[in-house]
C-alpha cells in the first residue's frame, strides 16, 4: 500500500503536484462505498481518524458532496469521455467522479484538480490509469457547471433530475405529496446536510445541560452547537443524537389519551426512540419492553438504555411478525417499521443512489405484516403509532389504509403546535418546512371492544 504522505510537495511551481492525505481518504472512502455498499458516515469515520481535523473536514466534504452527485457525475464523466462508465474501471470511474465534483462544485481551479486527481490515480492505482484519468477530466473541465448543465439537458431526458442531485423516481415520490412549487426547496433541504439535534433521556439530564438553541417542537432537545460526543450528558449515555423528527414521533405516542399498561416498541433497533419513549414511560408509571430483530442492534437498544438506573427497560432480540408477548398486552405500540429512509436522504448522501424502487417490493409486505403483529399486541383501547422516516406513499398511508381492526386517529391534532404538518389525518414533517427528516406518522387505536 503506497505511502500518501511520500509524495507530498509543497505544490509551488515546477515542482510535481501530488495527492493529499484528504484526497487519499476521500478515494479510499468513496471505493468503499460503492464497492463494498459501506455506508458513508462509518466510512468516513474509519478512513479519516488519522488524518488533520483541516484535512477530515475536506475529505468529508469531499466524499459526501461527491455521494449526493454521483448521478449527474456519471452522466457528466460518461458524455465527457464519449463512452458508457462500464467500459472504465470502477476504481477510476470513482476518482473521476471525485475530480468532477472538485471541479463542477467546489470550484477548485481546473489544472488543479486535474493534476491532483492525476496524481491521486498514480498513487493509488496505477500509473497506466493517468493517461485516461487526464484526458477524460480535462474534457469535463472544459465546460462550468451551467455549462454542463445546458449539454446535459440536450442529451438526457432526466437532466433536470441528475441536476437536482436526485434519482428520477424519488423526485416523483417528493411531487406525489408535495406542491410541485415546494419541490425545489425539498430536493435542495436534501442537499444540506442537517445539524445534529441532541435529546435528553428524561429525567437523567435537563436540556439546558446539552447547550446549543432548543428545538422548536420538541421539549426534550436542543440544535448540537460543536461534537455531540463533547457534550458530558452524551458522553455519559444520559443523552442522545436524534433528529427532532423522531423526537417528536415518541413525544406523540406519549401524549396520545391511552389506557394504563406496560408499551411496546416493535422494531426498536438501533434505539434511539426507544431510549425516549423508555423516560416518557417512566413518567407515567409504565415500562417499555423493546424488541428488535437483528441481535447486534437489540445490543445498540440495550446500550441506548444503559443509563436508566431504576426498573430498567427490558430489551429482546425477536421478530416482530412472530410475537413474544400474547396478543392484547400493550396499551402503547411502536412500529418505527423498516423502511427505504426516502425522508433521511440529508444525512445519508449515498443512499439515494443505492436506493431502487424494487426496495419498496421487499418492503411493503414486511411492512403490512408488522402492522398486522402491532395491532395483534395491543391491548382494546391502546394505540400504535406507525411511523417510517420515508414520506413514500406506498409504504405510509398505504400500509395503515389496508390495515384491519383500527380506528385512524388525527395525528396532527395531537401536535397542534407544528404548524404545516397535517396530511389528512395523518403527520408528515418535512426537511424544508420543519428542518427535520421527512417523518410520517400515524395514530391507531384498537376499538376498545375489538377482542
Ligand atoms: C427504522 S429502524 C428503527 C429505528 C429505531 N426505532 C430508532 O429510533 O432507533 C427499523 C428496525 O427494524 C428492524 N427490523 C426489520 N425487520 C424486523 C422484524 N421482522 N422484526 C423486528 N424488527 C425488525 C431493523 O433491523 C431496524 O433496526
Not at 509524495?7 to 484526497?23: C, E, F, I, K, L
Not at 449526493?68 to 469521455?81: P, Q, T, V
Not at 414511560?281 to 444503559?306: F, I, M, N, T, Y
Not at 391534532?413 to 403527520?427: C, K, S
Amino acid at each position: 500500500m503506497p505511502n500518501p504522505d511520500r509524495s507530498r510537495r509543497s505544490g509551488s511551481r515546477g515542482r510535481r503536484t501530488t495527492s493529499d492525505p484528504a484526497r487519499v481518504a476521500a478515494y479510499r472512502t468513496l471505493r468503499a462505498i460503492t464497492a463494498d455498499d459501506a455506508y458513508a458516515n462509518l466510512a468516513l469515520a474509519e478512513h479519516t481518524t488519522e488524518l488533520s481535523a483541516r484535512d477530515a473536514a475536506f475529505a468529508t466534504q469531499l466524499v459526501s458532496g461527491t455521494c449526493r452527485g454521483l448521478g449527474l457525475y456519471d452522466a457528466i464523466i460518461a458524455s465527457a469521455g464519449g463512452r458508457p462508465l462500464r467500459s472504465l474501471q470502477p476504481a477510476v470511474v470513482d476518482l473521476l467522479r471525485l475530480g468532477a465534483h472538485q471541479l463542477l462544485e467546489l470550484r477548485v481551479p481546473s489544472h488543479a484538480a486535474v493534476a491532483a486527481t492525476v496524481e491521486l490515480a498514480r498513487q493509488v492505482l496505477s500509473p497506466r490509469v493517468t493517461g485516461v484519468v487526464n484526458a477524460i477530466l480535462r474534457k469535463v473541465a472544459a465546460l462550468d457547471a451551467d455549462g454542463w448543465a445546458t449539454r446535459l439537458r440536450k442529451e438526457r431526458t432526466d437532466a433536470e433530475a441528475l441536476l437536482a442531485r436526485h434519482p428520477q423516481w424519488i423526485i416523483e415520490a417528493y411531487a406525489d405529496l408535495l406542491p410541485a412549487a415546494e419541490l425545489p426547496a425539498m430536493l435542495a433541504a436534501n442537499n444540506e446536510p442537517p445539524v445534529p439535534h441532541l435529546v435528553v433521556r428524561p429525567r437523567l439530564a435537563e436540556v439546558a445541560e446539552l447547550g446549543g438553541r432548543p428545538l422548536r417542537w420538541s421539549p426534550f432537545g436542543v440544535e448540537a452547537s460543536g461534537n455531540p460526543g463533547d457534550v458530558p450528558a452524551v458522553a455519559q449515555g444520559r443523552a442522545g443524537v436524534q433528529d427532532e423528527g423522531s423526537q417528536l414521533v415518541a413525544w406523540a405516542l406519549a401524549r396520545v389519551a391511552a389506557p394504563q399498561g406496560p408499551w411496546l416498541d416493535l422494531c426498536a433497533g438501533p434505539g434511539g426512540k426507544a431510549a425516549l419513549l423508555a423516560g416518557l414511560a417512566r413518567d407515567q408509571g409504565e415500562r417499555l419492553l423493546a424488541s428488535e430483530l437483528q441481535p447486534h442492534r437489540a445490543a445498540l437498544v440495550a446500550k441506548a438504555l444503559v443509563s436508566y438506573p431504576d426498573s430498567k427497560p427490558m430489551v429482546i432480540a425477536a421478530d416482530g411478525t412472530r410475537p413474544a408477548w400474547p396478543a392484547n398486552s400493550f396499551s402503547r405500540v411502536l412500529l418505527d417499521a423498516p423502511c427505504t429512509g426516502l425522508g433521511a436522504l440529508r444525512r445519508r448522501p449515498e443512499a439515494r443512489w443505492r436506493r431502487k424502487p424494487a426496495d419498496l417490493d421487499a418492503l411493503v409486505p414486511l411492512q403490512h405484516e408488522l402492522l398486522a403483529s402491532a395491532i395483534a399486541a395491543t391491548a382494546p383501547g391502546g394505540v400504535i403509532a406507525y411511523a417510517t422516516c420515508s414520506p413514500h406513499r406506498r409504504e405510509t398511508s398505504e400500509v395503515v389504509e389496508a390495515a384491519e381492526g383500527i380506528e385512524i386517529i388525527d395525528a396532527s391534532a395531537v401536535l397542534p403546535e407544528i404548524p404545516d404538518a397535517a396530511r389528512g389525518l395523518y403527520l408528515q414533517l418535512w426537511p424544508h418546512r420543519h428542518g427535520t427528516d421527512a417523518m410520517f406518522l400515524a395514530l391507531l387505536r384498537k376499538p376498545a371492544a375489538t377482542q
